[in-house]
């Protein structure tokens, strides 16, 4: 059993269904799966997927795990995690097949506020088992022999980092041991974006909100629009908690565009998630500047494929500037010496409510090739944004 436990996922999959909940608890939403590098599956795979998105359906909030959330997310009412004991994940809901071409199809619809939740453990799922059909599972001995030196460069450069491997990783078992690694050896890890984990080593749980939030905004109110509405409702939502806004869901260029005085002065910081950091770094600080805020008051949190390195390099670059952390998934939680899964699961279309005409979702990320979306959607989005 690959998930063994709901807490076994990011934490702002959390975040963000409290906000639905909130503001949007009728709007419904399919996230769709996409393989970046169009592997081509087995038959035995598919089986094996079909079980753990069985075995989903078993897995609930236990009075332990909602006492400690509780506890440690003063964010997310207690209310919240008694809703989500008796939430139940339903393999019905789940699309699942493979095409002529053995490539994989997987699709899931339900209101927001549940369906957000099952992004990152069939992520984990389908990762795992490919993992388990393609290549040799690592011991602990050769995953502390490549997780030591980054520590190493961690420690003796003072780099922050927060563990944010759990959607790409190998296996639950070598995250678990990157994870307790990092708690004993790691002096700058700031955390880890597994609640599970983090409730198991006593790290603070790290994260915010997604992409598909503002894809969400995007769809129902423009895209001119989605960018300043999305950060405005998640304030409404958390009240200048959880701030760090993430830049670029419809390009960095058109956020910083739109990023407000208040907005900038409220959140904490922006998360970069593709693109040239380097020149980011240049943007946003001259976006302070401009709005007359003092950038080394404010945070830059790196998470685009980084290794240690890139983000030795990065912290170097932005030392005297403007403050960063960076948040490293794959190369933590899937560095074995195979090549790791480049899959994800996007919010493809999404209605207000039942009533509603489905609205396509897109994304256009500062990295052509991860544009996400039809071509004429995603041209209808780059004309509205005169991009």
């Not at 080593?201 to 960018?227: C, I, R, S, V």
Request: aromatic share 14%.
């Amino acid at each position: 059993m690959v998930i063994k436990t709901i807490l076994d996922t990011d934490l702002y999959k959390f975040t963000t269904s409290y906000a639905y909940i909130k503001l949007f608890p009728y709007a419904i939403g399919t996230f769709s799966f996409k393989d970046r590098d169009e592997t081509e599956y087995t038959e035995g795979f598919l089986e094996a997927l079909k079980s753990e998105i069985y075995n989903l359906s078993l897995v609930a909030l236990t009075d332990e795990e909602l006492e400690y959330m509780s506890a440690h997310c003063r964010f997310l009412p207690r209310v919240y995690w008694e809703w989500l004991s008796s939430f139940r994940f339903d393999p019905n809901k789940i699309e699942v097949y493979l095409d002529e071409q053995h490539h994989l199809h997987l699709e899931v619809t339900d209101f927001l506020y549940k369906v957000t939740l099952y992004e990152v453990p069939l992520l984990a799922i389908v990762s795992e088992i490919r993992n388990q059909f393609f290549n040799r599972i690592p011991d602990k001995k050769e995953i502390i022999e490549r997780l030591s030196g980054k520590v190493e460069l961690s420690n003796t450069n003072q780099l922050p980092f927060s563990e944010f491997g759990t959607r790409r990783r190998f296996s639950f078992a070598v995250q678990d041991i990157v994870v307790a690694y990092l708690k004993e050896h790691a002096n700058y890890c700031t955390g880890t974006s597994n609640c599970y984990l983090a409730m198991k080593y006593d790290m603070l749980p790290m994260g915010t909100h997604p992409h598909e939030w503002f894809m969400f905004h995007g769809a129902q109110f423009g895209y001119k629009h989605a960018n300043y509405m999305a950060l405005e409702n998640w304030v409404n939502v958390y009240d200048g908690d959880l701030g760090t806004a993430l830049s670029d869901t419809y390009t960095s260029d058109s956020f910083l565009t739109n990023f407000s005085r208040k907005q900038a002065k409220l959140f904490d910081g922006v998360r970069c998630d593709s693109g040239n950091e380097y020149e980011f770094v240049d943007r946003l600080i001259a976006r302070y500047k401009e709005l007359g805020i003092d950038p080394t008051t404010k945070t830059i949190i790196f998470s685009n494929a980084l290794d240690f390195e890139k983000a030795l390099s990065l912290y170097e670059y932005c030392k005297g500037k403007i403050r960063c952390s960076f948040g490293i998934g794959t190369n933590l939680t899937n560095d074995t010496g195979y090549k790791p899964s480049n899959i994800v699961m996007k919010l493809s279309r999404c209605k207000m409510n039942s009533n509603q005409e489905w609205r396509e979702c897109v994304k256009l990320s500062d990295d052509m090739g991860k544009h996400m979306g039809s071509s004429t959607e995603v041209e209808a989005c780059l004309y509205e944004l005169r991009l």
